[in-house]
Structures are given as C-alpha cells and as structure tokens.
Antibody, heavy 123, light 113 residues
Framework: QVQLQQSGPGLVKPSQTLSLTCAIS??????????WNWIRQSPSRGLEWLGR?????????EYAVAVKSRITINPDTSKNQFSLQLNSVTPEDTAVYFC?????????????WGQGILVTVSS | DIVMTQSPDSLAVSLGERATINCRSS????????????LAWYQQKPGQPPKLLIY???SRESGVPDRFSGSGSGTDFTLTISSLQAEDVAVYYC?????????FGQGTRLEIK
C-alpha cells in the first residue's frame, strides 16, 4: 500500500520560499513507471497541477507555466521523498498543497495522495 | 492547455435516485496508441484529498462501489451514481491526464435533496 506523508510549515511570509516535503512508503521515488506530483487547491484557482519529477534512466522535471520561474521539485533518493520549493510567494499562493503519484505509462491518474497541508502566505 | 468544463456546478438528488455529472474537454483525450481515454473522476470530501473513483473514463478503481460508473469518449464524459447514498455527498472532479499540464474541472457539488 502506497502512502504519501507531507510535512512543512503552514505559514510563509510574502516574498519568502515555500518548502514542503512528501515522504513515500510502499513505492520508490526512483520508480521507472511512477511520477511524483505537486498539486494545490484554492477557492480562486480550484485544483491546479504545479509540476512533477520522475525517473526514466535519468531524472526529469516538468512544471506548470504559471509557476515555472519560481518552482523547483527535487527527488531525494536517500530518504525516498521529494520536495517542493516555491520562491517569492505572494498571498495568491495561499492554498492547500498536495503531493500525489501517477503513472502515464500505465494509464494511471493520481491514485495516491498526501494528506494536504494548508499553506498561508501572510506577514 | 486542455480546459475541462463540468456541468452542473451543483446538484441535489434524492436518496436512492440517480445522479449524473458531465465533463467536457477542450481537446480529445483519447490516446490513439491504446484507444484509451485519459480521463479520471475524483470524489472529495471536506478536509480530505481527492479520491480516485474512475480512470480511463470508465474503469472503476479498486474498492469503489459499483453504483459509480463512467462513460464517454473523446471530449464528452459522464459520471453516474446509480442510487445515491448519504455518504456520496461530496464535490466531484473530472481530470485529464492525457498530457501535461494535467487539468481539472471546476467541480460539481452533490447534495441530498
């Protein structure tokens, strides 16, 4: 059974960096079939896919255009987890942030999700 | 980007009655190499992440009750709950995973009449 456990602060000041981690159990961040995603949800934007990291003989990252200049998603193979960093945050980045697994090659959408963390951007 | 549009935005159905939610994609999500529609349905209850119900437009995820079914192809899809139960009160989302950026519908809120 795959489980994703999220951690990180719930309050970030404007212009600072939002940092979250998603610890994986029951699968590997280095899986050759899975991809590891970050998604956020807010009343104004709904569910918004932010980006993903995946391993196919080498590491790949893909990011949503709206955040591409500010986002980094990194795998950590030693801890079997992956992280999200979002720079220069504003109040518009206030949202519940989720990590989730999918596998395009196996035709699988987001089948496992983290519990979600509400991140508030406020001074 | 592929835009996903759901209808209606909210729906009230009596217990035991049928609920139908529609989803339209701005482009086809039918993958020609395997003839599968890369369209999923999720259920979300307050304080929880979305739960996968349906993938490939009509395949039920393991453990999902058989009163939930999906249909459609190309750009038009439907989620049907054949006999509404109290525990089905939730917000339902469609999502395309045909290509990135993966996109979701705006959600349909389902309530008991």
């Amino acid at each position: 059974q795959v489980q994703l456990q999220q951690s990180g602060p719930g309050l970030v000041k404007p212009s600072q960096t939002l940092s979250l981690t998603c610890a994986i159990s029951g699968d590997s961040v280095s899986s050759n079939t899975a991809a590891w995603n970050w998604i956020r949800q807010s009343p104004s934007r709904g569910l918004e896919w932010l980006g993903r990291t995946y391993y196919r003989s080498k590491w790949y990252n893909e990011y949503a255009v709206a955040v591409k200049s500010r986002i980094t998603i990194n795998p950590d193979t030693s801890k079997n987890q992956f992280s999200l960093q979002l720079n220069s945050v504003t109040p518009e980045d206030t949202a519940v942030y989720f990590c989730a697994r999918n596998s395009h090659s196996e035709g699988r959408p987001f089948d496992y999700w983290g519990q979600g963390i509400l991140v508030t951007v406020s001074s | 980007d592929i835009v996903m549009t759901q209808s209606p935005d909210s729906l009230a159905v009596s217990l035991g009655e049928r609920a139908t939610i529609n989803c339209r994609s701005s482009q086809s999500v039918l993958y020609s190499s395997n003839n599968k529609n890369y369209l999923a349905w999720y259920q979300q209850k307050p304080g929880q992440p979305p739960k996968l119900l349906i993938y490939w437009a009509s395949s039920r995820e393991s453990g999902v009750p058989d009163r939930f079914s999906g249909s459609g192809s190309g750009t038009d899809f439907t989620l049907t709950i054949s006999s509404l139960q109290a525990e089905d009160v939730a917000v339902y989302y469609c999502q395309q995973y045909y290509r990135t950026p993966y996109t979701f519908g705006q959600g349909t809120r389902l309530e008991i009449k």
